[in-house]
């Protein structure tokens, strides 16, 4: 689905497919340094009882020498209380020194413990009065070898960046360290030799000298959590690119080490269509006003800071994904890490939807590798059971393959207008939007606009674990292909998934694709082919996720006399003789009606060699029967006639 969206032109053109062939392993490197980033911010002491207070504002200003592992500053917090508040509780690493708390002017007292800073106000702050307090502080923060605040060398040349989620926030300033509450916006200003450069979130208002010192002062207006903020320091190199639309332009800032931008410059071109892409499925770039931005750093891999990306190569599906977290993981957060998928999910099915609609040669491949990377354990769901563990929050096969392809088997269910219009429903939600969101409110969405239950499938494969293998048995009597569609399940947890079934009859000059829906075992289809196919492939294009499927073609026949019909055309009742031969083994018979649908099964028992199917309930036309006896399948067909009279 492409929606209405008018752009007039890149400052860079792209560039050939060089840049942007298809590597299996991406994903797996995206989310093993993913993984990495975050796991020593797992070993930070998680904030607990969060207090209840509404940040609006932080104004952060420090001071940061790239040769010297350290920060020193202050950070004001405009908060609200929703009662009567008389102290204030903000998450800060004890490895930092606080030398000053002041409020209105004055300085109060304050107790730092446990990681937290309990600031003790002189009067109590009525409820929904706004109030503020400027913490002053220096230090080093902790070095857990995890990359939270981060001094590192380029070329001979010192680099300090940080990185924080999900909860590394308060190891280097002070902050309300949840996954609750967003700053309604946020000014930084960072002194640093001027020599230096320094890149943040939002847009660069001023760089001011200062004898041997340069003052940067990064604006940002949209509502931020805070492991989304940064900084990172160098002697960066800037380059710009343009998203010129109708009535506005998107300004796109990288800041990339001097020695790589020779090189950065043309493979960076890909930002731009990926920009206009997202803004034609999901609704213009959500900071719009102010910038997206792209900056170099030396960890791996990539993180979504809100409107600044720190980047370490600029490779296709990397950009991709960290682009896409713009909409879903900054825009609207998950609210807990048990939905991480409504983050990294999204991020993960968005960058496939650059390879569809930007390079869609690699899109089949794309989802090949998701799916066989999913199917290569039995159980496991999206829903994230553990959020202690690093490794099954950020899990590549559940969090990243798995979301991004329920994502995708759930558009092929709804049809990509409702699809793409639930989403963007989601994304405006009012009490989501620049929010946090959990899978329900997804959910909910997806339903208003789809016009029906989708908690069948959620409780499949969101809660569910596991994936189904198809047993398909098919003929193809005359110009009629009839199969048997046959399932079992991976996991326990799910009885059985109803999904699409995508199958491609064919033979060495002709094929055909046709979708049934799959809602129980046994389920039997038939169908016209105008060709006589030799062979049935399952999915062909990984549309759904699914494994270790059989197909058996029945290509044995009884001979016609082991099962007749007497007469054809019947009317009224349907007789059937058996040879005599055959009559000393049990045998089952189904009566099909053109649609696939089972009317009627009987069990033929050992020494009934004729029997009779009622058929007076049955409009006039034809019908199939398929008679099972020793594991051999007798496919026929017969003729209802209107008249009733036959017995």
Request: aromatic content about 14%.
């Amino acid at each position: 689905m492409k929606r209405s969206a008018l752009f007039l032109c890149l400052l860079i053109p792209v560039v050939g497919h060089a840049q942007t062939a298809f590597d299996p392993g991406s994903l797996d490197v995206i989310v093993m340094n993913e993984r990495k980033a975050s796991a020593g911010k797992f070993l930070i002491k998680r904030p607990e009882n969060v207090q209840d207070y509404d940040v609006k504002w932080y104004r952060c200003a420090w001071v940061i020498d790239p040769a010297v592992r350290e920060i020193a500053g202050s950070v004001t917090t405009l908060f609200v209380p929703p009662a009567d508040l008389d102290t204030l509780v903000l998450d800060l690493s004890m490895s930092l020194i606080v030398d000053s708390v002041v409020h209105d002017h004055l300085s109060v007292s304050w107790f730092h413990a446990s990681d937290q800073l309990v600031i003790h106000l002189p009067v109590s702050v009525p409820a929904n009065m706004a109030d503020s307090v400027t913490v002053y502080y220096h230090g080093v923060p902790p070095d857990d070898g995890f990359g939270t605040f981060v001094q590192t060398m380029h070329n001979e040349v010192p680099v300090i960046w940080t990185l924080s989620e999900p909860y590394g926030a308060s190891t280097w300033w002070p902050c309300k360290n949840s996954l609750t509450d967003k700053a309604d916006s946020l000014d930084v200003f960072i002194r640093t030799p001027s020599t230096y450069k320094a890149a943040s979130n939002g847009i660069l208002l001023s760089e001011i000298p200062s004898g041997d010192q340069i003052t940067c002062h990064w604006k940002h207006r949209y509502p931020i959590a805070a492991y989304l903020v940064c900084l990172a320091v160098t002697d960066y190199a800037v380059f710009t690119q343009e998203v010129v639309r109708e009535t506005d332009t998107l300004n796109i800032v990288n800041f990339v080490y001097p020695e790589d931008s020779a090189s950065i410059v043309p493979q960076s071109a890909v930002i731009v269509p990926m920009i206009r892409l997202f803004d034609s499925l999901f609704g213009i770039y959500p900071f719009q006003q102010e910038k997206y931005g792209q900056a170099e750093f030396s960890w791996g891999g990539g993180m979504e800071h809100q409107t600044m990306t720190f980047i370490t190569v600029f490779q296709y599906e990397l950009m991709a994904h960290e682009l896409a977290h713009q909409w879903f993981g900054d825009m609207v957060t998950c609210g807990t890490w048990t939905d991480i998928w409504l983050n990294e999910g999204f991020a993960t099915y968005l960058s496939g939807l650059c390879y569809e609609n930007l390079d869609p040669q690699y899109w089949k491949r794309f989802r090949e590798v998701r799916v066989k990377n999913i199917i290569s354990q039995p159980g496991g769901s999206v829903y994230c059971t553990d959020t202690t563990s690093i490794d099954r929050i950020f899990d590549g096969r559940l969090s990243y393959a798995k979301g991004a392809m329920i994502l995708h088997m759930l558009r092929r269910i709804m049809g990509d207008d409702s699809f793409f219009a639930g989403l963007n429903s989601y994304l405006a939600d009012p009490d989501l939007r620049f929010g946090f969101a959990r899978t329900a409110n997804l959910q909910s969405h997806l339903e208003n606009v789809y016009g029906s239950d989708l908690s069948w499938y959620f409780d499949d494969w969101y809660t569910g674990e596991g994936y189904p293998s198809y047993q398909i048995h098919w003929n193809q009597p005359g110009d009629t292909a009839i199969f048997t569609v046959n399932q079992t399940q991976s996991h326990p947890s799910v009885s059985f998934f109803e999904l699409p079934l995508y199958l491609e009859f064919k033979n060495t000059t002709s094929d055909t694709m046709i979708r049934v829906f799959n809602t129980y075992s046994g389920q039997t289809f038939s169908l016209p082919l105008t060709f006589k196919a030799d062979s049935l492939i399952i999915d062909p294009n990984f549309e759904i996720i699914s494994g270790n499927n059989t197909v058996v073609a029945i290509t044995e026949q009884l001979p016609f006399s082991r099962l007749q019909v007497i007469p054809n055309p019947a009317s009224g009742r349907v007789h059937f003789r058996l040879d005599d031969r055959y009559a000393n083994h049990t045998g089952t018979l189904k009566i099909i009606n053109p649609y696939g649908l089972i009317l009627n099964k009987l069990i033929i028992p050992p020494g009934q060699a004729i029997f009779t199917v009622d058929a007076s309930r049955y409009a006039p036309g034809f019908y199939f029967y398929i008679f099972t006896q020793d594991g051999v399948q007798n496919v026929g067909k017969f003729i209802l006639l209107k008249d009733g009279n036959d017995r």
